[in-house]
């Protein structure tokens, strides 16, 4: 398996949580940086947070102290923790890695991040 599988995203009111995994062949998530993008309608997809694979993590302005990035070597798995969510966070959101080796990037099919106000 090539491209990290999405889960967990949905409807929920703003200022609500949702937790986002995303699962990926093994070695994958601990070897690579892992990052979670999203995209609005009409909108350019943007970088929301990544964490590299020694732990490291960043987060889009707009996020900060409401999102947390969080990996499971284990599980072979990453997730997102979204807290406080804005309408303006509605979009589709996708797990990446990026391999140093070549510089490719791998998407997942993304899922759907649904705010209302």
């Known amino acids: 398996q090539v491209h990290p599988v999405e889960s967990g995203g949905g409807l929920v009111q703003a200022g609500g949580s949702l937790r986002l995994s995303c699962v990926a062949s093994?070695?994958?998530?601990?070897?690579?940086?892992m990052s979670w993008y999203r995209q609005a309608a009409g909108k350019p997809r943007e970088l929301v947070a990544s964490?590299?694979?020694?732990?490291?993590?960043t987060y889009a302005d707009s996020v900060k102290g409401r999102f947390t990035i969080s990996r499971d070597d284990g599980q072979n798995t990453v997730s997102l923790q979204m807290n406080s969510l804005k309408p303006e966070d509605t979009g589709a959101y996708y797990c990446?890695?990026?391999?140093?080796?070549?510089?490719?990037?791998?998407w997942g099919q993304g899922t759907q991040v649904t705010v209302s106000s």
């Open positions: 990446t890695y990026w391999v140093r080796a070549t510089g490719v990037t791998y």
């Open positions: 093994e070695y994958i998530v601990r070897f690579n940086v």
């Open positions: 964490v590299s694979s020694v732990g490291s993590t």
